[in-house]
């Protein structure tokens, strides 16, 4: 059974600070990496993606990828109240056409 | 911007009836995914379909159906609705990695809160 693992949470930062949200993965296989934010209430919204080890960076946002140790992770700089969601960690089920498998996610809570 | 839409936001049906969910997207995508989100549970993979007139079983297809007659369109269905499927119920839509060579994320719709009373 391939699996996603998230820390459920919630994880409390104050405004301001570096948010690191953390997603573990069992299928050596997998290729693509996703995360996604899911205000409550709302449907999930694709924030990065990342295919190579490493570190990608778009705005605030840092995705990073260590392939050997099954690892990706999120780094939200400069955390803002409006960051508050739900992150969901998702992979590509390998040797699927694209079907996902998403952790349960972590709750991000940025205090002011 | 990809555009997914489901039907209805909100929904209320009682126990017993045939439900028809729709959704469409506009980007002409090939892949079509049904989800139901519970608390505690996460996304868990109804249906999906990777072309019309296809379509396979994902985790938890039992009490389900599905209706791909055109690309843009992807059809539940609750054949006899039962409180247990109570959720929000999610679609979603990606590329097919063969039309872009590289695997692709997939686009939500904004969800469809159904309650079975």
């Known amino acids: 059974q391939k699996e996603v693992e998230q820390n459920s949470g919630p994880l409390s930062v104050p405004e301001g600070a570096i948010a690191s949200l953390n997603c573990t993965y069992s299928d050596r296989g997998s290729q693509s990496f996703f995360w996604y934010r899911q205000y409550s209430g709302k449907s999930p919204e694709l924030i990065m993606f990342i295919y190579s080890n490493g570190d990608k960076e778009d705005g605030r946002f840092t995705a990073q990828l260590n392939k050997a140790s099954q690892y990706v992770s999120l780094l939200i700089r400069d955390s803002q109240p409006s960051d508050s969601a739900t992150y969901l960690c998702?992979?590509?089920?390998?040797?699927?056409?694209?079907?996902?498998?998403f952790g349960k996610g972590t709750k991000l809570s940025v205090k002011p | 911007d990809v555009k997914v839409t489901q039907s209805s936001r909100y929904l209320v049906k009682r126990t017993g009836e045939k439900v028809f969910l729709e959704c469409v997207q506009d980007m002409d995508h090939e892949n079509m995914f049904w989800y139901r989100q519970d608390p505690g549970l996460g996304l868990r993979l109804i249906y999906f379909?990777?072309?019309?007139?296809?379509?396979e079983k994902g985790d938890i297809p039992e009490g389900y159906s599905v209706s791909r007659e055109k690309k843009e369109r992807f059809s539940l269905i609750l054949e006899s609705a039962s409180t247990n499927q109570t959720s929000m119920y999610l679609c979603?839509?990606?590329?097919?990695?063969?039309?872009?060579?590289?695997?692709?994320?997939?686009?939500f719709g904004d969800g469809t809160r159904l309650s079975i009373l």
């Open positions: 379909s990777y072309d019309v007139k296809m379509k």
């Open positions: 979603a839509s990606s590329l097919s990695p063969y039309s872009t060579g590289m695997l692709q994320p997939q686009h």
């Open positions: 998702a992979v590509i089920n390998g040797g699927s056409q694209g079907n996902l498998i």
